[in-house]
T-cell receptor
Framework: NAGVTQTPKFRILKIGQSMTLQCTQD?????MYWYRQDPGMGLKLIYY???????DKGEVPNGYNVSRSTTEDFPLRLELAAPSQTSVYFC?????????????FGDGTRLSIL | QKEVEQDPGPLSVPEGAIVSLNCTYS??????FMWYRQYSRKGPELLMY????GNKEDGRFTAQVDKSSKYISLFIRDSQPSDSATYLC??????????FGDGTTLTVKP
């Protein structure tokens, strides 16, 4: 049971380059999320999705884009990498069924922009 | 002001100590209160969650929520070196988005 899988695990980018962080889940969860975690800080929500074809901005969306064409996949796109985007990125998913459902996290992508 | 404030730490305690981790919040709409544990270079994993006010116990862990004071706590009894991790409080008004604290890093020394 893989859960939430993120690729790549590590990446170094030059300023101005672009890349896509991949996230896939095999739990048939409707909700998916992208967070960034800076050193010593908590999780800041970048974008989230409540189902295929539906996405919405979180707390810190500038410089990022997302798409959700399938239930399983939720890629995060960085168009023009900037040093401020150096961070650890976590993807998570949760079920929509009643009450609170815990978020299941991947192990993160560590991204450095130089 | 942040919606969720977490005692920053870091905390370093001897093995067997009782640990108290705390968060305050400002949003009265929060109904679900969670504690996530994050080991180094790993994603967070849910440790416990509580709906509304009250206490919840799971082995050596006890979560407390006081909605009147907008204050939540996690207690760890008989702490073990394997408890060394960063603990994140999180809160939610319902299904979907959660708001996370900045985390408290705990080290339990043998």
């Amino acid at each position: 049971n893989a859960g939430v899988t993120q690729t790549p695990k590590f990446r170094i980018l030059k300023i101005g380059q672009s890349m896509t962080l991949q996230c896939t889940q095999d739990m048939n969860h409707n909700y998916m999320y992208w967070y960034r975690q800076d050193p010593g800080m908590g999780l800041k929500l970048i974008y989230y999705s409540v189902g295929a074809g539906i996405t919405d901005k979180g707390e810190v969306p500038n410089g990022y884009n997302v798409s959700r064409s399938t239930t399983e996949d939720f890629p995060l796109r960085l168009e023009l990498a900037a040093p401020s985007q150096t961070s650890v990125y976590f993807c998570a998913s949760s079920s929509r069924t009643g009450g609170y459902q815990p978020q299941h996290f991947g192990d993160g992508t560590r991204l450095s922009i130089l | 002001q942040k919606e969720v404030e977490q005692d920053p730490g870091p905390l370093s305690v001897p093995e067997g100590a009782i640990v108290s981790l705390n968060c305050t919040y400002s949003n009265s709409a929060f109904q679900y209160f969670m504690w996530y544990r994050q080991y180094s270079r790993k994603g967070p994993e849910l440790l416990m969650y509580t709906y509304s006010s009250g206490n919840k116990e799971d082995g050596r862990f006890t979560a407390q929520v006081d909605k009147s004071s907008k204050y939540i706590s996690l207690f760890i009894r008989d702490s073990q070196p394997s408890d060394s991790a960063t603990y994140l409080c999180a809160m939610s008004a319902g299904a979907g988005k959660s708001t996370f604290g900045d985390g408290t890093t705990l080290t339990v020394k043998p």
